[in-house]
């Protein structure tokens, strides 16, 4: 069965793990190596698990320890060419992935690594480059995409693919307009590529998920310009506002900053959580 964690979702750190039986897939590498022994521990796992590491964008929050969990445990780190550049100029990184752990993507190609069958597409952010991902393994279709500055026919086509969804709800459109932020760092946000807000995330669901849509995890929310019931409220009522029913047809889930959730079983009934550390 395949399963799924999070350990981290926001500006602090980035970090996915999608593992079956026998093999095991990180995507982003923005939590410390330290921190995540422990939560692997704590889950009963161990980080020799991994065999994979893909990467979104080369923002610290996506990629601080990628060269070091990279060479501690000689994992091969997937990314497009833009974004290993970018890992390289990113002083955050204090480790840099090696040559012979680098492997390049290009949108669009399938490529299959162990049990997972992995297709990048671009995602609008101002990093070097940002990529979504369509993750494949035991029937199921796992889609990510985060830090989106709007969503594009592209995205939208994965999004109809997705069994599993994890979709960037960033900011409350009034609080982040209130707030203390500069005006060009608002700007920066709202931007075509900046980060999605509540009700543009809710209308990405709606229009774009297929009735084989099981479960949605909002992810990256902003500490100063969200909170996690405002967005799970706002996204709910964009997709009541469609006839679409969270909780009924499919499970809505905000995921925490900065902690670990419980380990999600996808897969046969709808996807559970065992208890949570």
């Given at each position: 069965?395949?399963?799924?964690?999070?350990?981290?979702?926001?500006?602090?750190?980035?970090?996915?793990?999608?593992?079956?039986?026998?093999?095991?897939?990180?995507?982003?590498?923005?939590?410390?190596?330290?921190?995540?022994?422990?939560?692997?521990?704590?889950?009963?796992?161990?980080?020799?698990?991994v065999h994979h590491i893909f990467i979104t964008h080369d923002h610290?929050?996506?990629?601080?320890?990628?060269?070091?969990?990279?060479?501690?445990?000689?994992?091969?780190?997937?990314?497009?060419?833009?974004?290993?550049?970018?890992?390289?100029?990113?002083?955050?990184?204090?480790?840099?992935?090696?040559?012979?752990?680098?492997?390049?993507?290009?949108?669009?190609?399938?490529?299959?690594?162990?049990?997972?069958?992995?297709?990048?597409?671009?995602?609008?952010?101002?990093?070097?480059?940002?990529?979504?991902?369509?993750?494949?393994?035991?029937?199921?279709?796992?889609?990510?995409?985060?830090?989106?500055?709007?969503?594009?026919?592209?995205?939208?086509?994965?999004?109809?693919?997705?069994?599993?969804?994890?979709?960037?709800?960033?900011?409350?459109?009034?609080?982040?307009?209130?707030?203390?932020?500069?005006?060009?760092?608002?700007?920066?946000?709202?931007?075509?590529?900046?980060?999605?807000?509540?009700?543009?995330?809710?209308?990405?669901?709606?229009?774009?998920?297929?009735?084989?849509?099981?479960?949605?995890?909002?992810?990256?929310?902003?500490?100063?310009?969200?909170?996690?019931?405002?967005?799970?409220?706002?996204?709910?009522?964009?997709?009541?506002?469609?006839?679409?029913?969270?909780?009924?047809?499919?499970?809505?889930?905000?995921?925490?900053?900065?902690?670990?959730?419980?380990?999600?079983?996808?897969?046969?009934?709808?996807?559970?959580?065992?208890?949570?550390?």
């Open positions: 069965m395949l399963k799924f964690i999070s350990f981290g979702s926001g500006s602090s750190g980035n970090c996915y793990f999608l593992f079956t039986e026998n093999d095991g897939l990180l995507i982003d590498t923005g939590v410390g190596v330290r921190t995540l022994k422990k939560h692997f521990r704590d889950y009963g796992l161990s980080l020799s698990q610290a929050d996506h990629i601080k320890c990628v060269g070091s969990l990279s060479h501690d445990y000689h994992l091969p780190v997937y990314a497009t060419a833009a974004v290993h550049k970018g890992i390289d100029r990113n002083y955050c990184v204090a480790r840099k992935v090696a040559q012979e752990h680098r492997h390049l993507l290009s949108y669009g190609e399938t490529i299959q690594v162990g049990d997972f069958v992995v297709t990048p597409f671009h995602v609008p952010h101002d990093s070097s480059d940002n990529v979504g991902y369509l993750v494949e393994a035991e029937n199921q279709h796992f889609c990510i995409m985060t830090d989106v500055g709007r969503v594009t026919e592209e995205m939208a086509d994965y999004i109809g693919k997705a069994n599993y969804l994890v979709i960037e709800a960033n900011h409350d459109r009034e609080m982040l307009q209130q707030g203390p932020y500069p005006e060009h760092l608002k700007a920066r946000i709202v931007s075509g590529t900046g980060h999605l807000n509540n009700v543009q995330c809710g209308e990405a669901i709606a229009k774009y998920a297929s009735t084989d849509l099981r479960h949605v995890w909002l992810c990256h929310l902003s500490e100063e310009n969200n909170h996690p019931e405002l967005a799970r409220k706002t996204v709910q009522t964009v997709l009541n506002s469609y006839g679409i029913i969270a909780g009924k047809d499919f499970e809505l889930e905000v995921l925490k900053r900065t902690k670990p959730t419980g380990i999600y079983e996808l897969g046969g009934g709808a996807p559970t959580a065992q208890s949570e550390k």
